[in-house]
């Protein structure tokens, strides 16, 4: 199994920037893909980009050029959020896929409001 902690949400206003922090419970170079989605109230959850253990990298067209995912040579992955819109206010969630299972964190909220 893996289990997944986030943090790093909080309200910042418009152009503001956010960084989230997903610790895993292992190595993240062991788990095939990791990423990020989020929630906003009323919407299905989206992916909002994700990493493979080879590095690749994939984002939602939404926020490609504003989000970066990465991750340290341990157990965290981060999502580097910049120039953040009222849209993107959401729980985000961590997710790992790993042997063939999806794991998920318990979220974290995000408010783009001024």
Do not use: H
């Amino acid at each position: 199994q893996v289990q997944l902690v986030e943090s790093g949400g909080g309200l910042v206003q418009p152009g503001g920037s956010l960084r989230l922090s997903c610790a895993a419970s292992r190595n993240i170079f062991s788990i095939n893909a990791m990423g990020w989605y989020r929630q906003a109230p009323g919407n299905q959850r989206e992916l909002v980009a994700t990493m493979t253990s080879g590095g690749t990298t994939n984002y939602a067209v939404s926020v490609k050029d504003r989000f970066t995912i990465s991750g340290d040579n341990k157990n965290t992955v981060y999502l580097q959020m910049n120039s953040l819109k009222p849209e993107d206010t959401a729980v985000y969630y961590c997710n790992a896929d790993w042997r063939g299972f999806f794991y998920w964190g318990q979220g974290t909220q995000v408010t783009v409001s001024s």
